[in-house]
């Protein structure tokens, strides 16, 4: 055994992991270049050795479960100091750079997620209560969000990062109401337009900072963990200009239990760039000055069954998708899934759903659940 293998032998000693042992999610190298890459790049070595086959495990998600449970992403950090100066000098969410993610992630084609989500094709946590299915739980979370927005027939409502058009076809068919989406993925934009057809619905491919109008409700849903610390205030004063005094404004997000201001390395550079998630600290600094907090709702561990599910639904169709991606892209997209079901799962990140007014707002809230 050399040194490199002495090291992470004893690094995920406490998480009960063993190389090559005999469960199911200790796991079997392959290759000794592992190793090394590891140590050097941390978290972002772990996932791109992953991707090359250097290494295998048969319960990816309860081994990356176990690592972070047991704060092992703590011990290596190497590649994190110069994300963090980067994060501070640049406005990485800024205009030009927001389309990146777009690029990178959400144009890669409609039909992986038609694949892998339900037929809301809600890209966002599921509301498990009372649900047994994942197309139950996804209706029974855009049912909440309706409720907790208030809607009756007729009201305008904003989505800002509306997707597919999950949610804008919802309320538009269960509400009456009428939605305006706002997207920056042309992909996304065009299968919206496609099930929002004959709908009061309009869909319109924008960057949130060009916002305008006066809407009754305005809802984002999965979105915010793109905006990026720099531009917190703008989008809370971009929502403000919009939301009518007596509405109301719904935001939907991934949150963190420490401020930071950049996302994993390994998720930044394969699957979101650029992405940051909040800690409260963070938002209530954010939404402070223009708004009043009417209720805060986590739900985080229910994500953590949503992305189990999807990663079920993505490894059942391969074969109907393998011609559009390459092996690499399977192992890639098995541990995005498997590595950010095990953050829920170990509490380091959480689902929000926070309900805003205006200071002013005229009755008294009450929050659904």
């Not at 068919?173 to 496609?194: C, D, F, H, N, P």
């Not at 890639?332 to 899934?337: I, K, V």
């Amino acid at each position: 055994m050399n040194r490199y293998q002495s090291t992470i032998e004893a690094l995920i000693s406490p998480a009960g992991i063993h190389l090559n042992g005999i469960d199911d999610f200790d796991i079997h190298v392959y290759d000794e270049r592992f190793y090394r890459h590891v140590l050097r790049y941390g978290s972002l070595g772990l996932g791109e050795s992953y991707m090359n086959g250097w290494w295998e495990c048969k319960a990816l998600d309860v081994f990356l479960y176990r690592l972070l449970s047991a704060n092992l992403e703590k011990r290596i950090k190497p590649y994190w100091q110069w994300q963090s100066l980067k994060a501070r000098i640049f406005n990485l969410q800024s205009i030009t750079k927001a389309v990146e993610v777009a690029k990178k992630h959400y144009n890669i084609g409609n039909e992986l997620f038609e694949k892998m989500l339900d037929k809301t094709m809600m890209y966002s946590c599921a509301y498990w209560k009372k649900a047994n299915t994942l197309e139950e739980a996804q209706e029974d979370k855009l049912d909440l969000i309706c409720r907790k927005l208030k809607l009756s027939p007729g009201m305008e409502v904003l989505d800002i990062g509306c997707g597919w058009g999950g949610f804008a076809q919802f309320a538009a068919e269960r509400y009456q109401v009428k939605v305006t989406g706002v997207t920056i993925s042309s992909e996304q934009a065009t299968l919206a337009k496609e099930r929002c057809a004959g709908l009061p619905v309009k869909i319109i491919l924008e960057d949130y900072r060009f916002l305008k109008g006066n809407y009754d409700r305005i809802v984002s849903i999965g979105m915010f963990e793109h905006v990026g610390y720099k531009n917190y205030d703008v989008f809370m004063k971009v929502v403000k200009r919009c939301l009518k005094k007596e509405g109301i404004f719904l935001l939907h997000c991934i949150g963190n239990n420490e401020s930071g201001i950049h996302t994993d390395p390994w998720i930044n550079r394969y699957i979101f760039p650029n992405g940051m998630m909040p800690a409260p600290t963070q938002l209530g600094k954010a939404a402070e000055p223009y708004f009043a907090l009417q209720d805060w709702h986590n739900f985080g561990l229910y994500y953590d069954l949503t992305l189990m599910e999807w990663l079920k639904r993505f490894r059942a169709s391969w074969d109907q998708l393998k011609h559009d991606y390459d092996a690499q892209f399977y192992k890639m997209w098995e541990y995005y899934l498997c590595i950010s079901a095990a953050s829920f799962r170990a509490h380091k990140n959480n689902l929000w759903q926070i309900v805003y007014t205006h200071p002013d707002y005229p009755e008294l809230y009450f929050g659904e659940r």
